[in-house]
């Protein structure tokens, strides 16, 4: 049945008043759209968060070793998310190290300033700390322009949907209850399931009604958009909490991930074996072959020590040039030295470097266990460290 053979609203209303078809519509479209609001404004906190300890963690290296070009690229790893507004690296005086600002040139961009300030009227920060010690903070704002443009799609559609309404209830109708305060019940509904439930997937069912039928489809796209909103907001959430738990150059778990599954193990009484890694001479090997080169041999790195895993076993790059492996549990006898033994042959083989030269890599090891060597994350460090040395030391 197409839209020009249904009964038109003017048919079917005769006694109906105006005011109670604006008053569902209003009340149908401003639970939509408060509900959507929040449900983004949460996904987009959650980003927030993550993007401020992504560059945290990003940044730390960069800080130590003065590198504002790197300070810079940190930052630049999440300057392209819509949920972020503006973020700056500051030190602990307080003085601003890096920062990037998204522009905002029309009266579009200042409309989104203004809503910044009432949504986001403080920005999310996260501590940047170096060997437990606090260096600087980051700090990320959030941008409104999703939100402003969810609000804008919501105002046009409630005023068409007005619009229709006061066109249709000119004349009162006689079927009020089944053929107009049904659908529109119907409408309200899904609304309230959207809130209630965040059930985006529903959708308005055609009423046979022209008019209310182009309502339902508005509110539908309405819906749609909302939805897709949803999707985007997750896997950007899921990339985030990703890039705050690995890292980005080696994609092995970060020092965060290997302190929480360090922690993890203590706390449940695992037996655990940690072998701690540095490329011996690394800066050397920076300043001779360059900072590629120098990014090629870390990958080269992560790459062979998961080569050398055992099923529950995991490796981490926790700082510049350190890296952990975690044995879980730890292997009886000389197992420890056998798996160090296992990655000093890995590394026999030479790394091509960019430039299509080849470099040896030696790497200095040391090892500590749980319990016997320590109760906690930095005994255990303390331990390996004491005893790392490389293979003709």
């Known amino acids: 049945m197409t839209s020009a053979r249904l009964p038109t609203l003017r048919l079917l ?30 996904y987009m906190a959650t980003n927030l968060r993550l993007a401020a300890d ?17 300070m810079t690229d940190a930052i630049g790893a999440v300057a392209g998310y819509p949920s972020v507004d503006r973020v700056e690296l500051r030190d602990n005086a307080g003085r601003s190290l890096a920062s990037w600002t998204r522009a905002h040139g029309d009266a579009r961009g200042w409309l989104v300033r203004k809503l910044n300030a009432v949504v986001w009227p403080r920005p999310t920060a996260a501590v940047v700390s170096h060997s437990g010690e606090k260096i600087g903070d980051v700090l990320v704002y959030g941008n409104s322009g999703g939100i402003l443009r969810f609000i ?52 308005v069912p055609a009423s046979g009604i022209a008019e ?27 990339e985030l909490k990703r890039r705050a738990r ?3 150059l080696t994609g092995l ?29 690394f ?30 076993d995991a490796a981490f790059r926790i700082g510049g040039d350190e890296f952990a492996v975690l044995l879980l ?40 266990r749980h319990p016997q060597d320590g109760a906690t994350i930095g005994e255990l460090l303390s331990k390996a460290d004491s005893g790392m040395h490389p293979r003709n030391a």
């Not at 209310?212 to 939805?227: H, K, T, V």
């Not at 706390?267 to 001479?281: F, K, M, N, Q, W």
């Not at 050397?284 to 895993?309: K, T």
């Open 246 to 248: 690995h890292d980005e």
């Open 329 to 368: 549990p730890a292997p009886e006898g000389a197992g420890v030295d056998a798996a160090v033994d296992w990655i000093r042959v890995a590394m026999d083989d030479a790394v091509r470097l960019p430039d299509g030269t080849q470099a040896r890599i030696e790497l200095a090891i040391g090892q500590a």
């Open 54 to 70: 992504t560059v945290a963690y990003s940044a730390e290296p960069a800080m130590v070793f003065q590198d504002n070009q790197a």
């Open 152 to 203: 804008a799609a919501g105002l046009v559609i409630a005023l068409a949907c007005i619009g229709l309404s006061v066109v249709g209830t000119r004349i009162l109708a006689r079927h009020l209850q089944q053929g107009v305060i049904g659908p529109l019940e119907q409408v309200a509904r899904v609304a309230h399931e959207v809130r209630e439930q965040r059930a985006f997937e529903k959708r």
């Open 13 to 42: 209303l005769s006694r109906v008043h105006l005011q109670l078809i604006i008053f569902a519509v209003v009340l149908a479209t401003a639970s939509l759209m408060l509900s959507g609001a929040m449900v983004i404004h949460n």
């Open 212 to 238: 209310i039928d182009r309502l339902g489809q508005d509110f539908n796209a309405l819906l749609a958009e909302l939805q897709a909103w949803q999707a985007g907001m997750l896997s950007e959430n899921a």
């Open 283 to 312: 800066k050397a090997f920076n300043a001779v072959h360059g900072i590629e080169s120098g990014d090629a041999a870390l990958i080269a790195v992560a790459q062979r020590l998961r080569s050398v895993l055992r099923g529950d």
């Open 253 to 281: 778990g970060n020092r965060a991930l290997f302190e929480k599954t360090v922690q993890t193990a203590i706390e449940s009484g695992l037996s655990l074996a940690l072998i701690h890694v540095d490329i011996d001479g």
